[in-house]
């Protein structure tokens, strides 16, 4: 998968695989793998005005999580 680099707060690159409905978010302190992640939340997040608002209050606290770098 291809990370998508982005400058919204801490984050740095963002990515999705569809498939495995996995969404990829590198970040300041580490690369995370966030599972059962819909298409739509990605949608959502990837067009995001404010990204790093998106992603702490939609995603970070809400899926599970592992550090994978």
Not at 18 to 27: A, G, S, T
């Amino acid at each position: 998968m291809e990370l998508k680099k982005v400058n919204a707060g801490n984050i740095r690159a963002i990515g999705y695989d569809d498939k495995r409905r996995v969404l990829v978010v590198e970040q300041s302190s580490g690369t995370f793998e966030y599972s059962n992640v819909t298409p739509e939340i990605w949608r959502r997040l990837s067009t995001s005005g404010s990204m790093q608002s998106y992603f702490r209050d939609n995603i970070d606290d809400e899926f599970m999580k592992r550090r994978v770098k």
